[in-house]
């Protein structure tokens, strides 16, 4: 059983910044592989980075110039620095941990 937990979202004009965290708390102690997905309406679930314990992340070509992902392998908790916001990035943000999923968290970028 894994729990998670993602927070940081928020509601910011075009061009600002947001930091989402997201805590995975397992018996199971390092978790090899977490990934943040977004969701925005009327759309589906897609892959914006990942992040393995051994410090290699990956981010998707559609926001590598913008976000960035990090991680704190000692707590299993992982980082979503996302600069340069666009309304398009608007969307619940939700972290992947083992085929767990948090709840999300909202981000919504308007003018």
């Known amino acids: 059983q894994v729990h998670i937990v993602e927070s940081g979202g928020g509601s910011v004009q075009p061009g600002g910044s947001l930091k989402l965290s997201c805590k995975a708390s397992a018996a199971i102690g390092t978790i090899y592989i977490m990934k943040w997905y977004r969701q925005a309406p009327g759309k589906e679930r897609e892959l914006v980075a990942t992040?393995?314990?051994?410090?290699?992340?990956t981010i998707e070509d559609f926001v590598e110039d913008r976000f960035t992902i990090s991680r704190d392998t000692g707590t299993n908790t992982i980082y979503l620095q996302m600069d340069g916001l666009k309304p398009e990035d608007t969307a619940v943000y939700y972290c992947?941990?083992?085929?767990?999923w948090g709840e999300g968290t909202q981000v919504t970028v308007s003018s």
């Open positions: 992040a393995f314990s051994d410090g290699r992340t």
């Open positions: 992947d941990c083992l085929g767990y």
